[in-house]
């Protein structure tokens, strides 16, 4: 499989989480551990789909504690979408051999 289409493929595993819980977190991870030490570029998306679906996780924590302040509702519905958007971006940008950074992630893995 060519590398653009490998980080494509991870990008979007995401997404299969709404089929099999927890998939969506695996996936990704699995792909990225078995190989981010055959390329660099794979090791970049691995690391910043990581870091979003960490990232995403605090934000949505952070959702559910404002939404006794009503504020969280927006917020969770924002990141609903983000976490649809942010994975179709970088997997188009993936195939088109370019990085993708998701633009709020938090650096967990660098």
């Known amino acids: 499989m060519e590398l653009n289409q490998f980080c494509m493929l991870m990008h979007l595993s995401q ?27 794979v090791d970049q998306h691995g690391k910043q789909i990581v870091n979003w679906m960490i990232s995403s996780f605090i934000y949505g924590i952070l959702g559910l504690i404002l939404t006794c302040a009503v504020i969280g509702v927006p917020l969770l519905i924002g990141l609903a979408i ?29």
């Not at 299969?16 to 695996?26: H, K, M, N, S, T």
């Not at 983000?82 to 650096?107: C, D």
Request: no cysteine; proline share 7%.
């Open 15 to 41: 997404f299969a989480g709404y089929i099999v819980p927890l998939i969506g977190i695996v996936l990704p991870i699995v792909m990225w551990l078995t190989n981010k030490d055959q390329s660099y570029i």
């Open 82 to 110: 983000l976490t649809i958007v942010f994975p179709i971006i970088g997997a188009v940008k993936a195939a088109e051999g370019n990085f993708y950074k998701y633009p709020i992630n938090i650096k967990f893995i660098a």
